[in-house]
């Protein structure tokens, strides 16, 4: 079974699918890999530690993807502006995809795949189950946004984040508020906490009190008897009293932070506005927002994707691709996931699909000429699923 690993095309995206390491473990299991000629170079894996890893190195990205069994990407396939064919129409009949798709916000690439015969998985859909651990993408690529978030913020504030004890007097610590304690909103917390702010987090599952304090935080969360935890290991919407309760507590605790770091998704995908444009307003000027929840919609009304905006001397960062800005250890982290898949599944050299698999079932997208994700389903052809 040949692996094929594609250079990556999208201008921020400097991560690659494999690193050396898990290209060695592949061959040792019988698969074949080849990348794609500079593949790794943005993340500092040259083609000479490839070859070293027994990968073969192929310099035409059209002929990479035609000739593959399995296509392990970072990104959504997309249209190759230079050479004139999207990707995923690249891919013959049969073959395999495994990378992050979130279906509906490229509908463009679902539909491409299903009418090239891909069979397509998404890490963003792999269930958050004991069994998968190993393959869970998202916790490998928040934990660094998470870290990287603080380290933003740190740089944008006009002052320190820990105490300080001077000959010209004390500094007082910054006051960090974190939104969501999934595994961004966690490692944030320790981040910020190591570095010496003074930290609090919410979140709408009150099971997570525990973690928060355990990294030092204090907990401030609505009292509720609703369960917000959703399938999956999500959080799921709730009551319209709840958010008008949880919204108090927000412009609360912003108005008194120097740092709002926001995680916060429903679904994995769906971004609630948390932060309102009144919320802002309130802020201490100099204070800093960061919304990691940009790429699904933004928690703070007034954040703009992948740019920087200041508002009455407060400054809203809205980062679209952080994990892209530690490309080592982020193609690292990514490459062991997308490893462990592949293995999961591999039998004497092949990968089988089984879409019984609680796993597969989860995490495909296409399969056959058909869209099995639901919601895409319903957004490429409605008329077809409500019939």
Known sequence: ???????????????????????????????????????????????????????????????????????????????????????????????????????????EATRLLAEAGVTAFSTDLIPRISRAQSMDVLSSMASLAGYRAVLLAAVALPKYLPMLMTAAGTVLPAKVFVIGAGVAGLQAIA???????????????????????????????????????????????????????QAELIGRHCASADVVITTALVGGTKAPKLITREMVDRMRPGSVVVDLAAPGGGNCELSEAGRTVVRQAVTILAPLNLPS???QHGSLLLSRNLTAF??????????????????????AVTHEGLVLHPAAALALKPEEVLA
């Open 1 to 107: 079974m040949k692996l094929g690993i594609p250079r990556e095309i999208r201008p921020d995206e400097n991560r690659v699918a494999l690193v050396p390491e898990s290209c060695r473990k592949l061959a040792q299991a019988g698969l074949e890999v080849v990348i794609e000629s500079r593949a790794g170079e943005k993340a500092f894996f040259p083609d000479d530690a490839y070859r070293e890893a027994g990968a073969g190195i192929e310099r035409e990205a059209q002929a990479l993807l035609a000739s593959a069994d399995m296509v392990l990407k970072v990104q959504p396939p997309s249209r190759n502006p230079a050479l004139g064919f999207h990707e995923a129409s690249a891919m013959r009949k049969g073959a395999l995809l495994l990378s992050s798709l979130v279906p509906l916000r490229d509908l």
């Open 191 to 245: 981040t910020a906490r190591r570095m010496g702010a003074v930290v609090e987090a919410t979140d709408t599952r009150a099971a997570v009190k525990e973690e928060i304090e355990s990294l030092g935080a204090r907990f401030v969360g609505v009292e509720t008897t609703e369960d917000a935890q959703g399938a999956g290991g999500y959080a799921k919407e709730l009551s319209a009293d709840f958010y008008r309760q």
């Open 325 to 327: 800005e530690m490309p």
């Open 342 to 363: 592949v293995l999961a599944f591999c039998r004497e050299g092949r990968f089988t699909v089984d879409l019984q698999d609680e796993i597969l079932k989860g995490a």
